[in-house]
């Protein structure tokens, strides 16, 4: 079974240029989440999707930050413009409701992550 | 609300002895237990969960991790520890109504040869 794919996996933009990332979950998985980690950190959670409706957001610093699953399957997360303190990586992760693998139910299994670097 | 705490930065120990990973946690409701374990450059990697049952679970790699409820401790172990268990280890606590896990700041596990 393929695991979560994200790309790229490293970006390195000029702050106030718009940077993009795509996430691709687990097949079969519908909900799909969008995590922040800052060095030393654990991931922190921007947004939830349950299928293509974003239903936890409420981290996800709308002025800047966008993101979108329009079918419900790979999701983009945007930033625009971007900040020197947005540096950081941010990973991607799926679950399903029903026990798929080892983990069973509800387990978040994350992509390798994109590290973003703004100058 | 709920939160995670992982008191140590980082723990040393010799390849071929125990370890122990120390995590405890503050929630309402029942608690759902995670560890994930995460290595240069990669994604976190799922290891185990405690959600209910048997307080003792079994996880990948040889890990395991003990549910105390009294004193709120979901500490990680290994019987015998490998150099290739270094890596950074990283403890979740969600509430049982919840579906956003709260994660600690990691711990730095370093074997030494």
């Known amino acids: 079974e393929a695991g979560v794919v994200q790309s790229p996996r490293y970006k390195i933009i000029e702050k106030k240029q718009p940077v993009a990332f795509w996430c691709n979950p687990i097949?079969?998985?519908?909900?799909l989440y969008w995590y922040l980690q800052n060095l030393g950190q654990g991931p922190e959670l921007l947004i939830r999707?349950?299928?293509?409706?974003?239903?936890?957001d409420s981290q996800l610093p709308k002025d800047r930050f966008s993101a979108e699953r329009l079918k419900g399957v790979d999701s983009t997360l945007k930033i625009q413009p971007a900040e020197l303190g947005d540096s950081a990586v941010y990973l991607c992760?799926?679950?399903?409701?029903?026990?798929?693998?080892?983990?069973?139910?509800?387990?978040?299994?994350f992509g390798p992550g994109t590290r973003l670097t703004v100058l | 609300a709920q939160s995670v705490a992982q008191p140590e930065d980082q723990v040393n120990v010799a390849e071929g002895n125990p370890l122990t990973v120390k995590c405890t946690y503050s929630?309402?409701?029942?608690?759902?237990l995670f560890w994930y374990v995460q290595y240069p450059n990669r994604g976190l990697q799922f290891l185990l969960k405690?959600?209910?049952?048997?307080?003792l679970v079994k996880g990948s790699y040889g890990f395991e991790a003990e549910f105390n409820k009294s004193q709120t401790s979901f500490h990680l172990k290994k019987p015998s520890a490998l150099v290739s268990d270094s890596a950074l280890y990283f403890c979740?606590?969600?509430?049982?109504?919840?579906?956003?896990?709260?994660f600690g700041r990691g711990t730095s596990l370093i074997v030494h040869p």
């Open positions: 992760a799926s679950s399903s409701r029903t026990p798929r693998g080892a983990g069973g139910a509800d387990t978040q299994y």
């Open positions: 097949s079969g998985h519908n909900t």
């Open positions: 999707y349950e299928n293509e409706e974003a239903v936890d």
């Open positions: 929630v309402s409701g029942n608690p759902y």
């Open positions: 405690y959600i209910t049952g048997d307080n």
């Open positions: 979740a606590v969600r509430d049982g109504g919840s579906y956003i896990p709260t």
